[in-house]
């Protein structure tokens, strides 16, 4: 019997033994407005980022993971330390 795989969508390069959330993604309420647009982004990110490192690894599966956590880390420092823009009044 074949088991089931899911399919990932081509721009998503992590590969598909990595749960398609992240464990943060599934406690934090849903977004709305530019908010969900700013989390989409920070997931592309953290997307590409995760496949870089895999990618340093030389492209050996088993570590998606930790791929994906430390890619977190990395764009949110990246987030924070951003410079923010100033609101017009």
Do not use: C, N
């Not at 992590?14 to 599934?26: F, Y």
């Not at 492209?59 to 998606?64: M, N, T």
């Amino acid at each position: 019997m074949k088991s089931a795989q899911t399919t990932m969508p081509p721009s998503s390069k992590v590969s598909a033994g990595m749960a398609d959330q992240s464990v943060a993604e599934k406690h934090e309420p849903a977004q709305t407005g530019s908010s969900q647009g700013d989390a989409e982004k920070r997931e592309a990110m953290i997307r590409i980022a995760a496949y870089t490192f895999y990618e340093r690894r030389g492209l050996v599966s088993g570590r998606e993971l930790e791929d994906w956590l430390q890619a977190e880390l990395e764009i949110d420092r990246q987030l924070v330390d951003a410079p923010k823009p100033t609101e017009a009044k």
